[in-house]
């Protein structure tokens, strides 16, 4: 891209061009010299040059890297349709181009691609980068999105209120937060009725707070990329894992599995950023643009979006002979009670890193709890 055409690089020829009248039509003459009928001639000139160089400018463009392909929701039902919204929005003032599929980078290393500018804008799982979002991390403790569309208002609204859980997010601009709907436990030989059944089964894990439940129950948490969790299944190296429906279908582990136990119990804290200097350089005009699509809204929707995309992998599961298990809700009761230990530990571990657990930890149940 052109130096002038970069974002936020203002384009200098109207001024040039306002210069060169001035000296080939007037000499050179200053204001003061200028009679007002040259004044009103200059200014006319200046408005045409301007109103050219507008017609002229090339759009910002823009690039965005996911690491999922387009059969993906958060790629083809989430990313795909707002790329569209704005680049017929912004009215040839900005084009967003995606490379989708990892072709810009694996997906642990998109939060890095936004950072350093190798991609204006990227979508990041905060699981895939242990560590470095710890306040986010409290949406990924057990038991927490009571859907979608919910917990994903629910991380927009605690970002919002809380300056700490911003900092995380330093040297990008966010511009949406958000997670799936919770995942279940899909086991190949052993049904899940009660938290006795856990006892001694080998389970893919969906994050350290979802381990330490694992242990809790007696099962055996295991860390494993999804990609080698058929074969696992299949060999008899897991006997179960956690996931939602579509990742059940995508992956294609319910031709393994056999029984599904639903219990909503983990979600992804997800995001869509900017790089901060890309955002500061962008025309006023194309910053609100983008701000009226994103933020709250694009957090809600991008949760909706996962939470309808549920449904027909369901659907899909059972057909292949899955057996849905609906817990007795005392049950439920009792598994989600074991695990409020796990909140205290997580806001004191983060009280001990001088960061404020107790106040993000209560903030985020405010808003998932809200009506």
Excluded: C
Aim: glycine letters at 8%; aromatic letters at 10%; hydrophobic letters at 40%.
């Amino acid at each position: 891209m052109e130096e002038n055409n970069k974002p936020g690089k203002r384009n200098y020829i109207p001024g040039l061009m306002f210069n060169r009248i001035n000296n080939h039509i007037f000499g050179g003459m200053s204001m003061k010299h200028v009679s007002a009928k040259s004044l009103f001639l200059i200014v006319l000139s200046g408005v045409f040059f301007l109103s050219l160089a507008q017609v002229f400018a090339k759009p910002v463009e823009l690039r965005f890297s996911s690491a999922f392909p387009l059969q993906q929701t958060i790629t083809g039902k989430i990313i795909v349709p707002w790329i569209e919204e704005i680049n017929k929005a912004g009215e040839g003032k900005v084009s967003i181009k995606l490379f989708p599929a990892g072709a810009l980078g694996k997906a642990p290393e998109q939060f890095d691609l936004a950072e350093k500018g190798v991609a204006d804008l990227t979508y990041h799982l905060a699981d895939y980068t242990p560590g470095r979002f710890p306040l986010t991390t409290v949406f990924s403790l057990p038991f927490m999105p009571p859907s979608g569309e919910k917990v994903s208002e629910a991380m927009w609204k605690t970002f919002q209120k809380e300056s700490k859980y911003q900092e995380e997010y330093g040297k990008v601009k966010v511009l949406a937060l958000f997670g799936h709907p919770g995942g279940h436990f899909h086991t190949v030989k052993k049904p899940i009725n009660t938290m006795a059944d856990f006892k001694g089964l080998k389970i893919r894990t969906a994050n350290p707070s979802i381990s330490k439940a694992l242990s809790l129950w007696g099962a055996v948490p295991v860390a494993q990329p999804i990609t080698e969790t058929y074969q696992s299944l299949q060999l008899g190296v897991l006997d179960g894992t956690v996931l939602v429906w579509e990742g059940m279908g995508v992956f294609k582990l319910n031709e393994v599995t056999k029984f599904t136990t639903v219990a909503d119990l983990y979600t992804m804290p997800m995001m869509i950023v900017i790089n901060k200097d890309v955002w500061e350089g962008l025309p006023g005009d194309v910053k609100t643009l983008l701000e009226s699509t994103t933020g709250l809204k694009m957090s809600k929707a991008a949760g909706k979006a996962f939470d309808d995309a549920e449904k027909p992998f369901r659907e899909m599961t059972i057909a292949k002979g899955t057996k849905e298990i609906i817990l007795d809700p005392a049950e439920l009761a009792k598994m989600k009670e074991s695990t409020f230990s796990l909140r205290e530990e997580w806001a004191a571990e983060m009280e001990a890193k001088g960061l404020p657990g107790k106040a993000i930890l209560k903030t985020a149940l405010e808003f998932i709890e809200e009506k």
